[in-house]
């Protein structure tokens, strides 16, 4: 301080703080002495059974000091526990903090019940969930003007009236298709080798042609060692694919040269028609040809005259 130059009022400033700083120093001095004298006295509860377990077993060990039975010493040791025990039990207890329950809030509690409910009765939520939802829908149809055409707009009950719709017209087109399969029809046909050799089969009109055939080789000897592959289904002069069947000639209501080919049996058509627009309605017997001889006779008719049947070609519309 002696090299200070400044005023007196500052130095007599400095010198109080100084003085300031000097007594709070001695109040905390004073204050940490109180606080370790207080604490001599306090012993924590390991300590405490720290010294009785070391007074047991100081007095354990000499009062069995040198030979001693192992049931002496085991009764000694027993009365030794027995006795720290009481002490311990005489000792008084602390006392337990009572615990502190949180306070909820009143709409808490309605949540915590809310979500219980939830997962008791979540089938039950579920269906009141779908219940509500279809009353809100016809809530808000009844707010529209039945003056004005709304039909425009999108709707969900009538969108899914309408997919239920189609899904039961879906169902019953496919079931009555199934039913027309499963009819029988009677197939009027010959196996033609440059003679006919005239039979009838009863099948279901579900059936392909190769399996048709594969039943013909079983009704003629001459055919019995001629692979399915090696068959021709010819109707109308129209050489038939084997992977349509009869069901689909019906369906398509397809037509040959001379006549149709949905119709299986011979019929005979006895009008006098000139007109080339309308056609007739003769049947003819199908024929069973063996693809060789076909491939022999191709050039001279009958053979001349087939073609192979397309289905994706336009159909001629009955007249």
Same mark, same amino acid.
């Given at each position: 301080?002696?090299?200070?130059k400044g005023g007196?009022?500052?130095?007599?400033?400095?010198?109080?703080?100084?003085? #300031?700083?000097? =007594? $709070? =120093? #001695?109040? &905390? $001095?004073? +204050?940490?002495?109180?606080l370790q004298e207080s604490s001599k006295g306090i012993v924590s509860i390991d #300590? =405490?059974?720290?010294?009785?377990?070391d007074k047991s077993d100081q007095k354990?060990?000499?009062?069995?000091?040198?030979? /001693?039975s192992l049931q002496d010493f085991q009764r000694k040791r027993s009365e030794l526990e027995a006795q720290a025990n009481k002490i311990q039990s005489q000792q008084p207890k602390v006392p337990k903090k009572p615990r502190i329950e949180k306070h909820k809030l009143s709409f808490a509690? $309605?949540?915590e019940e809310e979500s219980?409910?939830?997962?008791? +009765?979540?089938?039950s939520k579920e269906d009141e969930k779908e219940k509500d939802e279809t009353e809100e829908l016809k809530r808000k149809k009844t707010l529209k003007n039945p003056e004005v055409d709304t039909t425009f707009l999108p709707d969900r009950e009538r969108e899914d009236e309408e997919q239920r719709e189609r899904e039961e017209l879906a169902k019953q087109w496919k079931e009555e298709q199934e039913r027309i399969k499963n009819e029988e029809v009677e197939i009027a046909y010959s196996y033609w080798d440059g003679a006919s050799h005239r039979k009838t089969s009863m099948i279901k009109k579900?059936?392909?042609?190769?399996?048709?055939l594969d039943r013909v080789r079983g009704e003629f000897k001459e055919l019995r060692g001629v692979s399915v592959d090696q068959l021709m289904f010819v109707k109308e002069d129209m050489i038939i694919p084997q992977n349509l069947s009869f069901y689909d000639l019906i369906l398509m209501k397809a037509r040959g040269k001379s006549g149709p080919l949905f119709i299986f049996g011979? =019929?005979?058509? /006895?009008? /006098? /028609? &000139?007109?080339?627009?309308?056609?007739?309605e003769e049947s003819h017997a199908a024929k069973v040809v063996e693809r060789r001889y076909y491939e022999r006779v191709k050039h001279m008719p009958p053979a001349l005259r087939w073609e192979i049947f397309d289905p994706s070609a336009p159909q001629k519309e009955e007249k």
């Open positions: 301080m002696t090299d200070y007196a009022d500052a130095m007599m400033r400095i010198r109080a703080l100084q003085a #300031q700083r000097l =007594k $709070e =120093k #001695q109040d &905390n $001095e004073s +204050k940490m002495k109180q #300590q =405490k059974f720290a010294a009785l377990s354990l060990s000499s009062e069995t000091y040198g030979l /001693v509690e $309605e949540d219980e409910e939830k997962e008791v +009765k979540s089938e579900g059936w392909s042609i190769s399996k048709f011979v =019929k005979e058509d /006895v009008r /006098v /028609v &000139n007109d080339a627009s309308i056609e007739k």
